[in-house]
């Protein structure tokens, strides 16, 4: 689950850093490289077991983290977490709105309740978690959050009409938080990762009927003819995040290995 990583920066010392859904995949390795260029990490996580492992590896490390048990989608939860980390470290610095999910389910087969809580959980809990912090970023007039959106927020694909839509809509709420926030020094991105082969993205690759041949043809989607690591993702969110960004806002990092910036490597006529 840890990609290799030596930080080559401290550009997180002594700042104070949200990490919704580290408990796995991309957020595991996004905390892991916050801590590791000394930031101090809040893992705002719904499974308890998962959050408190990162936490524990981030300490071991050397890091620092705190674990709190969070719903993203539930205010109060998410306000009592944040009122945590503000007593234990006194301020927010940087969120990182990373948590979100969304098996793919044909709009023939889905529920209503399915759609509406893939869009609670992935849009509704960036406005959750963006308030609940907003007023700390707004009276020291600088704050950075960086949303988790997808290529498939413009790109579609079988099966995530309800997650294209979310992820969509929050690069529309991003821009529009950035516009709000700037007055206050607010700083909001968003990035669009391609497929980051998590464990959980191994899992469905794992359930094909062909897991190999679904594997190799995902891969090659990218002209890179890879898969993205989570480290991949984790990179773009702490160059957002950083003050190496200062004068970012409003713009929508895609990190798909060139996925969706022309045509697939076969269509080369040099092939
Ligand atoms: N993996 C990809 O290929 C990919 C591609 C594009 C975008 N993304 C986006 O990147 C983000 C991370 O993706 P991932 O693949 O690492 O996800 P993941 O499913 O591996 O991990 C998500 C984490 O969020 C936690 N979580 C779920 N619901 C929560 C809630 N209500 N409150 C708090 N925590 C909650 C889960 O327990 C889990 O630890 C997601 O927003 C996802 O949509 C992923």
């Known amino acids: 689950m840890t990609d290799a990583y030596t930080p080559t920066a401290s550009r997180f010392t002594d700042k104070v850093v949200i990490v919704t859904g580290a408990g796995a995949g991309i957020g595991w390795e996004t905390a892991r490289r916050f801590a590791a260029e000394g930031g101090k990490v809040a893992v705002f996580e719904l ?4 959050g408190t492992s990162i936490a524990e590896t981030i300490i071991s490390d050397g890091g620092e983290a705190i674990a709190l048990t969070v719903d993203v989608t539930d205010e109060e939860s998410v306000a009592a977490a944040v009122a945590t980390v503000v007593d234990t470290w006194g301020t927010v610095d940087v969120l990182v709105n ?10 023939s087969d889905m529920k209503v309740a399915e759609w509406n809580h893939l869009l609670t959980l992935n849009l509704g809990s960036i406005f959750v978690v963006s308030k609940a912090v907003w007023p700390i970023f707004a009276e020291k007039k ?4 960086v949303n ?3 290529i498939t927020g413009s ?6 009409a309800a997650y294209g839509a ?5 690069a529309t709420a991003t821009r529009v938080m950035a516009i709000e926030g700037g007055k206050d020094g607010i700083r909001v991105n968003a990035i669009s990762p391609g497929y980051i082969l998590t464990p959980g993205f191994q899992e469905y690759i794992d359930i094909q009927d062909d897991p190999q041949a679904f594997h190799d043809s995902m891969a090659l989607q990218s002209t890179l003819g890879r898969f993205g690591s989570p480290g991949d993702v984790a990179e773009g969110y702490l160059y957002l995040a950083s003050d190496a960004a200062g004068w970012v806002t409003g713009t929508n990092l895609v990190v798909d290995g060139g996925i969706t910036a022309g045509q697939l490597p076969d269509a080369d006529p040099r092939n």
Do not use: Q, R, T
């Open 148 to 150: 988790a959106s997808s």
């Open 155 to 160: 790109m579609a694909m079988f099966g995530l």
């Open 142 to 145: 600088k704050g950075a959050i």
């Open 166 to 170: 979310s992820k969509a809509g929050i």
């Open 47 to 50: 499974d308890e077991a998962a």
């Open 98 to 107: 990373n948590a979100g999910h969304g098996d793919p389910i044909y709009v």
